[in-house]
């Protein structure tokens, strides 16, 4: 079989030796400035692919060298070029099929314009001479010596930084404002920038080729990015691991001279500026350029450093397998084969990666959603979704689709989509609920006694659990200054009706009888209101019940103060427990339903309870402050104005009690209350959630 002829201008560099053993090539695409790497046997063949001919190609493989191709060997080499438009166009066809694979890269406008969205490069310059020219300013950089007085700079820094932690520490939530954001913006610019040039003037050092530099917007956020696909070409690994990490290392020397130059300078501009460089620096790079997981420098790093190229995709597709051995029991060989503890090592960073990107991902897709209109927002966020976690998902569940023959052979396979269904129907399933929280058990119809103000006690005719009639007093309260009101108040009163009496027999008293009497009206006024305050002070009992938790100190010519809680009478054979249930809870509970009561602190007995009513409409302010959190209950609340305000919609729930109260009813209790509410599937409630969520977000 006769072969395509390859590309005139295609070039082969020495590569570096692989991990078992064998030498390998770089072939490079300098129109494309695109690098593949292909071990000896493909060398071998591409090396007599002037034979033209796959047999004979093998043949001479075969006898000259320890290989022993096959002439398919030879037309999987071919395809390879193939796809990669690395052959030369040959025949009427060759423009025919340039344009499909064209139209195949470029794919449907949506497709292009959902991925210029994502991702766009726009270059800018072509830095490749002026990075020549500046190589001898910047190789002191590079040098022993700068190094030493980058790590004494470090130590410095670090040191006055820990000593004046709470002054640096004070800036930097002082930044936080617009002017601070647009220096931070700024900063963060130019450190790219120069992260950037550090990356291409490494490069340059070791004789690599810069073609462009310019701007790539991710997700239309702009970044600065330099083409340095050449240092795939050398083939000293270190090299390239110092081409990968120039840009971190042009950032950590940034953040390490500017934090030392905020240490040094005296308050004003330089000193703002030295602390923007030096935070925003040590910020992306231990936490945006330093990080493996995506294709960052971190990544490139480790990519080097391990000496595996591509090691996303091939980590990835060695976890794909990992993943459906264990769940179906394939018996497939794996993509690669490594040494045990390399292969379980990238199979646990396959699975880190995917939890990081998903985690990263779903936050991108929430900050584009809030930084657009709600319109454009909601569509890029399912656009966000959509393509870096719905498709993954979607491509592997295809996979298992087309290994559906293959599953029905395997035991493990059938076990596993025997407890996927039952995990899916267990969601679908109705489950009997049992909603709960912190309710208080208290008399049903109370009364309260309080001090209306400071007083001292002048009598209390009851003892704790006296049965008091409706109308009785229930203590009284001495008030010496409210006396003299009224003593003064009837006075008044008696002066004034003697001196309207006596109007009558003096001519001069007779000209003020009107004025007089209005007096007497108001004096009257005065000691009505002396006596509705003074009844106060003598609370009577609105119904008959029984007299409980009287403080444990009143007795008569104790002094009370203002607000003072003194007793509470009850109505006895009438007890109900009230609670506050989220909606969630309020929605499978009906009056009727039987709940359960036990006191917080007590082993039993269990109180049998009924709903009684449920409010319809959510609770503003937690009335029981002991149903809060911080108190011990289960109400999450936060004070405002001096009231407890509820963290989420709350509703009161009323409970009777249907059994006897026992040592209970001496005291009200707060307990836990548990309530058999309406059956209900686990599925339902995070469907009900994601409706309603999408339902609030839809509104324009």
């Not at 409980?548 to 109505?571: E, F, M, N, Q, Y």
Request: proline share 6%; charged share 20%.
């Amino acid at each position: 079989m006769a072969l395509p002829s390859l590309r005139e201008e295609l070039a082969l560099h020495p590569g570096p030796t692989l991990v078992d053993g064998q030498p390998s090539w770089t072939l490079q695409d300098p129109v494309r400035n695109q690098f593949f790497r292909i071990d000896w046997q493909c060398f071998e063949i591409l090396s007599r692919w002037h034979i033209n001919d796959a047999h004979a190609v093998a043949q001479s493989v075969s006898t000259q060298t320890t290989l022993k191709p096959q002439a398919d060997d030879v037309e999987g080499v071919a395809r390879f070029l193939a796809d990669n438009q690395l052959l030369r166009p040959e025949g009427a066809s060759t423009a025919h099929h340039l344009a499909q694979l064209q139209a195949k890269r470029r794919g449907s406008w949506a497709r292009r314009l959902l991925h210029n969205y994502l991702f766009l490069r726009v270059p800018l310059v072509r830095p490749d001479r002026w990075l020549g020219h500046c190589l001898p300013w910047v190789a002191p950089f590079y040098t022993v010596t700068f190094l030493r007085l980058t790590l004494l700079a470090l130590l410095f820094g670090a040191v006055e930084v820990w000593r004046d932690w709470e002054r640096y520490s004070t800036t930097l939530v002082d930044t936080f404002s617009w002017h601070g954001l647009i220096g931070y913006a700024a900063a963060l610019a130019a450190v790219k920038v120069l992260h950037e040039l550090g990356h291409a003037c490494t490069a340059k050092r070791y004789g690599c080729r810069v073609p462009v530099m310019g701007i790539a917007f991710l997700v239309l956020w702009p970044v600065a990015y330099a083409d340095t696909n050449e240092v795939w070409k050398l083939a000293d690994r270190r090299k390239r691991l110092m081409v990968a990490a120039a840009g971190v290392a042009t950032e950590s020397i940034i953040a390490i001279w500017a934090t030392f130059a905020w240490a040094l300078l005296p308050e004003g501009g330089p000193k703002s500026i030295a602390f923007m460089l030096g935070t925003v620096t040590w910020l992306t790079t231990l936490a945006i350029n330093a990080s493996p997981f995506m294709r960052f420098d971190g990544y490139f790093v480790l990519s080097d450093w391990l000496d595996m190229p591509n090691l996303h995709s091939r980590a990835f597709a060695l976890a794909r397998w990992h993943l459906r051995e264990k769940v179906f029991d394939l018996r497939v060989p794996p993509p690669e084969y490594f040494s045990h503890r390399k292969t379980l090592a990238l199979i646990l960073f396959a699975y880190a990666t995917w939890v990081y990107r998903l985690v990263v991902f779903f936050g991108i897709a929430v900050l584009v959603y809030h930084f657009f209109i709600k319109a454009a927002g909601i569509a890029l966020f399912l656009v966000e979704i959509g393509w870096f976690v719905l498709m993954p998902l979607w491509s592997e569940l295809k996979v298992w689709r087309d290994l559906a023959p293959m599953l029905k052979q395997r035991s493990r396979a059938r076990l596993s989509v025997a407890c996927v269904s039952a995990l899916a129907l267990l969601m679908v399933v109705p489950w009997p609920t049992r909603p709960g929280a912190s309710g208080v058990l208290k008399p049903r119809d109370s009364f309260v006694v309080y001090a209306p103000a400071g007083a001292q006690v002048a009598a209390l005719p009851w003892s704790e659990g006296s049965a008091v009639p409706k109308g009785a007093p229930l203590l009284e309260l001495a008030s010496p200054e409210l006396t003299l009101r009224w003593r003064r108040a009837q006075s008044r009163l008696k002066q004034l009706r003697w001196q309207a009496a006596a109007a009558g027999l003096d001519n001069a008293q007779t000209r003020n009888v009107q004025v007089l009497q209005q007096e007497q009206a108001a004096a009257r006024a005065e000691l009505d209101n002396v006596l509705a305050e003074l009844s106060r002070y003598t609370p009577t009992a609105p119904f008959a019940g029984e007299l409980h938790d009287i403080k444990p100190d009143l007795t008569p010519g104790v002094w009370v103060r203002s607000r003072d809680r003194l007793a509470t009478l009850v109505r006895p054979g009438s007890w109900s427990v009230e609670a506050y249930l989220d909606e969630d809870a309020v929605r499978r509970i009906r009056a009727g339903d039987s709940a359960q009561f036990v006191a917080d602190g007590l082993d039993g007995p269990t109180l049998q309870l009924s709903v009684v009513s449920v409010d319809r409409d959510a609770t503003r302010v937690l009335p029981t402050a002991m149903l809060a959190t911080h108190l011990g209950g289960s109400v999450q609340t936060r004070e405002q104005n001096g009231q407890l305000i509820p963290e989420r919609a709350i509703y009161k729930v009323v409970l009777a009690a249907n059994s006897d109260l026992g040592g209970l009813r001496e005291h009200t209790w707060r307990g836990r209350v548990v309530v058999r509410g309406r059956w209900e599937a686990p599925g339902a409630r995070f469907v009900r959630s994601a409706l309603a969520l999408g339902r609030r977000e839809a509104g324009f």
